[in-house]
């Protein structure tokens, strides 16, 4: 499996913009919904360009053998089949039409920016269509495309630099892709860098993105901007190579700023590899939140509630029910659409939300049968041993907003411990990731563990590393008090580990329908 966000030249920018967005109607089928011609809103200072060595180039290898067929796009293409094509200006992509498709109906399209040194395949290499299970996405039109730049070195190896350069030439690819296709809404989803710029380019051109999901990426230091374009940080609890302090450091940045729509999904017990079918969901529940369709917000929700059966790498995804309730709240709660539902959808989406409050009620008893356990019935909470850890923390952001769930955080004063622990973590993870000692490592998690074991984000090899310092106390001059602290990091590895397995045995209980 291939592993996989300047000032302008205000007056020049803005009338291309305008005279581009009033053209970017899709090639055949219903047109795209009006977009307001905007100028774009001001942006970060020019990015420096990486030093790779030498001068990149743009110009992209020749196709392979095992490329999918060239083809133009074309409404008379197989459905939920991947062809190959170029844009205007060369850079290939592959583009596949949804199943079942309708010529004169418009389409929510996805286009697919890849992580650092892949191309235009790690698309389809990692989210199938139809042909093969699980399909990915088959009701949109999804579109893989090759990053901005390449290294002269590595001409295979393209990368999306989050540079005002770049960001208007993608801005011609989306507007290319707009006139080709038959668009209703465009959404944006990458990982690694392809994250990073796609969420560089909605905040300067959000007229052309109607979601961003953006997977262990982070975002461009000081690029956050008040907006209206919804966005998902998504991030594998046990990713070794991004921290996971990057995706909560990014929403915080936009949150601080007014935006209402940033948001974090931790996969627990997931890495940095992609995960299709999470992305999905994540993709759903973006649709969800832009639509003004209640039919569509419903039909959304009720794909993101579904139950998963794991992927290939044996990752069985969790439904994210706070997602899913936000959504079909924007139904329930009157004013939140631009048009009144139907009395019919309204009843429709309260029937869903009651599904999701009582089966969070059971979670949350559950949950306090752990506490109960550990002796922890009221704050504060300790490091004293237990499951409650992983599972309430997983039950904490899984049903955010429901009133079972928002009971039990008050009662314990979670979310108040959680930001505490965060903050509290930072020394930690700085000494971990900067000290060259093995001795001053562990003398840092057995001072500071205690006051941080609530953040999941601390490092991801912590607990093995400290089992092998422990197997050499005598080597690394270890205090006996350093030795007995010990107890802490095994009380934390056990109440994660245990707490996520009991809460993935619950989750399975959860039926849809």
Known sequence: MVLAACRWTASVLAVLLVSELAIAQP??????????????????????????GTESVTAPPEWTDRDPERKAPSADAEPGVYF??????????????????????????????????????W???????????????????VISVDGIAADARRPGARFFEPSSENAVRFRDVMLEFGRLFPVRGMYLYGQGEGGKFAVYFAVNFPALADGVLAHGSGIVDGSATKNNVPM???????????????????????????????????????????SAVSAADMIDYLRATRSQDPEIILERVRSMLRPKPPDELNY?????????????????????????????????????????????AQLADRAREMLAAADLARPPLELVGGPWLGYVT?????????????????????????????????????????????????QAVADLLPSCFLYEGLPVDMPGRMRASMRKADELELTQSDRDRYEFVTLYELGWRDGWREYQRDIRRWRSE
């Open 123 to 141: 698309g389809p290499a990692n989210h199938p269509r139809i042909k093969d299970l699980p399909a990915f996405k088959p009701d949109c039109i």
């Open 27 to 52: 090639g055949f089928g219903e047109r795209r919904r009006p977009i307001e011609p905007k100028a774009p809103p001001d942006a970060p200072a020019p990015m420096p360009e990486p030093d790779r």
């Open 84 to 121: 190959a094509h170029k844009t205007a200006d060369g850079l290939r992509y592959v583009w596949s039409l949804p199943k079942p498709f309708e010529k004169g109906k418009a389409y929510d399209l996805i286009v697919m920016l890849h992580p650092d040194g892949q191309d235009f395949r």
């Open 394 to 442: 997983a039950l904490r952001d899984d049903f955010r907003g429901t009133p079972a769930v928002d009971a039990l955080a008050e009662e314990l004063r979670f979310d108040e411990s959680s930001a505490e622990h965060m903050a509290a973590a930072q020394e930690l993870i700085e000494t971990w990731n900067t000290s060259a000692s093995d001795q001053a490592r562990f």
């Open 316 to 360: 069985r995804p969790i439904p994210w029910f706070a997602g899913a309730a936000a959504a079909l709240r924007r139904i329930t709660v009157a004013g939140a659409l631009d048009k009144p539902p139907t009395p019919e959808h309204t009843a429709q989406a309260q029937a869903l939300l009651d599904r999701i409050d009582g089966f969070a």
């Open 232 to 274: 998902v940080f998504m991030h594998g609890a046990k990713d070794g190579i991004t921290s996971l302090q990057v995706s909560f450091d990014a929403a915080e940045q936009f949150t601080a700023l007014g935006h209402p729509s940033a948001r974090v999904r931790v996969l627990r017990g997931f890495n940095d590899f992609t």
